[in-house]
């Protein structure tokens, strides 16, 4: 069945280290998104990709990186800089304007 | 730019009863219209969406959502719910530049 993918579900870090968040796709979108989800605020858009080799940041870029090298792939880097990086992490994926998105079942990221 | 407003962060309802989760939004574009579910620990599900044509659209699940552009809202409704509808529903708008813009949640709480 086709749909995403993240990787892991659940990610400790220790401070002052990078961690990569995997999220791949096989419902050949062409269009790639993250999210953080903290608690009572919604949804907040990291960074996201709407073509091979280009993206752009969104609302809350700081400290976090990506790369879109090929479709399918859309790997998030939460670096040293993000200053709280503790949160739930969703990747999405969608095709057309007027269909939704689909997401991933999410990492949920904890600092220790 | 587009914003979302949902109108109530938590809504509990006692089984069986109906339960309406509101919400507006603002645009200076035509936008197409979603909401989602989330259950805890997991990503978003496309619950139901409005594009164009009848103003009120069904879910399979028995929620429906009835466009008003008058009043540039897009209410979500369930004549009886049950347990399992207990999870946090988010109200999006997403416009043909292809990105959405999400609401920030309104758990909804069902009680035996």
């Known amino acids: 069945d086709g749909g995403i993918t993240q990787s892991p579900k659940y990610l400790f870090r220790k401070e002052g280290q990078n961690v990569t968040l995997s999220c791949e796709q096989n419902l050949n979108h062409d269009a790639m998104y993250w999210y953080r989800q903290d608690p009572g605020q919604g949804l907040r858009l990291i960074y996201y990709?709407?073509?091979?080799?280009?993206?752009q940041k969104g609302d809350i870029a700081e400290g976090y990186s990506v790369s879109r090298e090929k479709k399918e792939s859309f790997p998030l880097t939460v670096t040293s800089a993000q200053k709280n990086p503790t949160a739930f992490y969703l990747c999405a994926s969608s095709t057309e304007p007027n269909y939704g998105y689909t997401f991933g079942s999410g990492t949920r990221l904890t600092v220790v | 730019a587009q914003s979302v407003t949902q109108l109530d962060s938590q809504v509990p309802v006692f089984e069986e009863a109906p339960v309406e989760l509101r919400c507006n939004y603002s645009?200076?574009?035509?936008?197409?219209l979603f909401w989602y579910v989330q259950y805890p620990n997991q990503g978003l599900q496309l619950l139901l969406k409005y594009l164009s044509g009848s103003t009120l659209v069904e879910s399979i699940n028995g929620f429906e959502a009835e466009f008003n552009k008058s009043q540039t809202s897009f209410h979500l409704r369930k004549p009886s719910v049950h347990i399992s509808d207990t999870a946090e529903y988010f109200c999006?708008?997403?416009?043909?530049?292809?990105?959405?813009?999400f609401g920030d949640g309104t758990t909804l709480t069902v009680k035996p």
């Open positions: 990709s709407q073509i091979v080799n280009d993206f």
């Open positions: 999006a708008v997403r416009t043909n530049a292809g990105k959405s813009t």
């Open positions: 645009s200076s574009v035509s936008v197409y």
